[in-house]
């Protein structure tokens, strides 16, 4: 657990005074507050497997392999070539497919 230097140390006048009845009656009323939650407001943002995505677009710019790249030909990946493990038999082939 972090410590807080910086923070004021209790005294040993302080620790006696936090009597073990005070410090029940502080736990009960932390417990009393709650927070009322409308679980249709928590459902709105959440998004179900399956759940029909045919009327959402999808907007991603494509670019095309650059000089300083590769495509992996096990994993099908575009990587940089300094991710080039080897190449057999003319196929390039990328560290973690090497592994």
Same mark, same amino acid.
């Given at each position: 657990? &972090?410590?807080?230097?910086?923070?004021?140390?209790?005294?040993? !006048?302080?620790?006696?005074?936090?009597?073990?009845? /005070?410090?029940?009656?502080?736990?009960?009323?932390?417990?009393?507050?709650?927070?009322?939650?409308?679980?249709? !407001?928590?459902?709105?943002?959440? /998004?179900?497997?399956?759940?029909?995505?045919?009327?959402? /677009?999808?907007?991603?710019?494509?670019?095309?392999?650059? &000089?300083?790249? @590769?495509? $992996?030909?096990?994993? @099908?990946?575009?990587?940089?070539?300094?991710?080039? &493990?080897?190449?057999?038999?003319?196929?390039?082939?990328?560290? /973690? $497919?090497?592994?």
């Amino acid at each position: 657990m &972090a410590t807080d230097y910086d923070s004021p140390r209790k005294t040993d !006048e302080d620790i006696n005074e936090d009597s073990l009845q /005070e410090l029940q009656a502080r736990r009960v009323d932390k417990g009393t507050s709650t927070i009322d939650v409308d679980p249709d !407001e928590v459902a709105e943002g959440m /998004e179900l497997p399956g759940a029909d995505l045919s009327g959402e /677009e999808l907007a991603v710019r494509v670019l095309p392999r650059q &000089a300083d790249e @590769f495509t $992996c030909s096990r994993c @099908f990946l575009v990587h940089h070539r300094s991710q080039l &493990a080897e190449e057999r038999k003319g196929k390039l082939v990328c560290k /973690e $497919c090497a592994a």
